[in-house]
């Protein structure tokens, strides 16, 4: 299939569908007229369009690269506003971390229209943040952070990222029934309602502070054998006068002080004495506390709702840099989004892949060369940044 036609099938597909954000960089550098380096701070990381060391198609897979180690980047682009009130929003992306990163963000961020995206930092307001996020070997998740009356709220379930050097699609869906889904390349890897998997709302119950566990209430499962009764023999002492220890001969007590044996584990020592258990007769079970409606909750069916959605943004910190993020999408139609994933990195994932493999082999034939003459006798490979603390959520007030 060519070029063209491989460029024509996301065109092709959208016909039933609200398609507020998409951006595949398909025109060379005209990504620079759409997207907006913030200018907060004069250090931050600066971006590439590159599809990176191995890729399936060498134009329709380039993407925005993160170029230079240990930066903060803040990169974003504007979208006409819009409010996700009474329909499916879908936020989409691809991501490869061909570095093989070992800290750094993989995400984005979903602003309010009145951003000043010259000025976007870590501090900035912002709706959602959905992605992949790594920081050393044990805590490599997808971050779902949903903003709330001001405040960041982050996902309770654990949801595992991929931490291969592949590409890989994040789709986040947010529904009017209070729902939601997460899937990697067009795969469910959670779901449930944002009220139950998320400290949104007040819970529904709370324990009745009237009620205590009656004063009768037996919960040991077990009581002592009052049959049971301690052997006369029992108590030994733990250590006796070693029997193999003699005073030497030529022992001088008023040299040497008054002698005495060395000591030896008593043989007969048997421990504390304990009685054998039985089941407690009179046992009722665990007390549980009982729980009454929560006089400060107040269901919110507009919990999934955001007004003014008007900005995606890359707001993040890499390590060691060479991320790329590729195929944005923000529509409200699922079909129509997995399609589009389909046509974009459904295409060329199966050959990036081959490309990777034979790259890793050659690397390898390389390696072992070099290993054969020696040059690789004094390398160090330093370790890395293996930073195991989890990102804190910044300020999220709107």
């Known amino acids: 299939m060519s070029a063209v036609a491989l460029l024509l099938l996301p065109l092709l597909s959208f016909g039933h569908a609200a398609i507020f954000f998409k951006e595949q960089f398909l025109d060379g550098d005209g990504w620079r007229s759409r997207w907006v380096e913030s200018k907060h ?50 936020i989409q992306f691809s991501v490869k971390h061909q570095q093989k990163l070992n800290c ?98 007040p819970p529904r119950t709370v324990k009745d502070p009237l009620a205590g566990k ?31 220890h003699r005073k030497p001969s030529d022992w001088d007590e008023g040299f040497d002080g008054k002698w005495a044996p060395r000591t030896t584990i008593n043989p007969d020592y048997k421990g504390d004495w304990t009685p054998k258990q ?20 107040v269901h919110d069916a507009d919990m999934y709702k ?14 060691k840099s060479g991320t790329i993020f590729d195929n944005f999408l923000i529509a409200d139609d699922v079909q129509e989004a997995e399609e589009f994933a389909r046509q974009t990195w459904g295409l060329t994932q199966a050959a990036e892949k081959k490309m990777k493999e034979e790259r890793d082999e050659l690397e390898r034939k390389e390696w072992e060369e070099e290993e054969k003459n020696g040059m690789h006798d004094d390398e160090d490979d330093g370790g890395g940044d293996d930073r195991e603390d989890v990102p804190k959520i910044k300020n999220t007030e709107l």
Request: glycine share 8%; hydrophobic share 35%; proline share 8%.
């Open 306 to 319: 955001f007004d003014d959605i008007g900005v995606l943004g890359l707001e993040l910190w890499q390590v």
């Open 278 to 297: 039985m089941d407690n007769p009179d046992y009722k079970g665990p007390w549980v506390h009982p729980e009454i409606a929560n006089p400060d909750y």
């Open 41 to 90: 701070r004069d250090d931050y990381g600066q971006w590439e369009l590159s599809a990176g060391k191995f890729y399936g198609d060498a134009e329709l897979d380039k993407g925005l690269q993160t170029s230079e180690d240990a930066h903060f980047y803040a990169l974003s682009a504007r979208m006409e506003p819009f409010s996700n009130e009474g329909k499916v929003l879908v």
């Open 104 to 201: 750094g963000g993989g995400y984005v961020k979903i602003f309010p229209a009145r951003l000043d995206q010259n000025r976007m930092n870590d501090q900035s307001p912002f709706y959602i943040m959905f992605g992949a996020d790594i920081c050393g070997s044990r805590n490599k998740k997808v971050h779902v952070i949903l903003n709330y009356k001001g405040r960041g709220h982050l996902i309770k379930k654990n949801i595992p990222c991929k931490d291969d050097e592949l590409s890989h699609v994040y789709t986040l869906v947010l529904r009017p029934d209070q729902t939601y889904q997460v899937k990697i390349d067009n795969r469910e890897a959670a779901a449930g309602s944002l009220e139950d998997d998320w400290d949104l709302l």
């Open 214 to 244: 009656p004063v009768d209430w037996d919960d040991r499962p077990a009581v002592d054998d009052p049959a049971d009764t301690k052997p006369e023999d029992w108590d030994q002492p733990e250590t006796i006068p070693d029997p193999k």
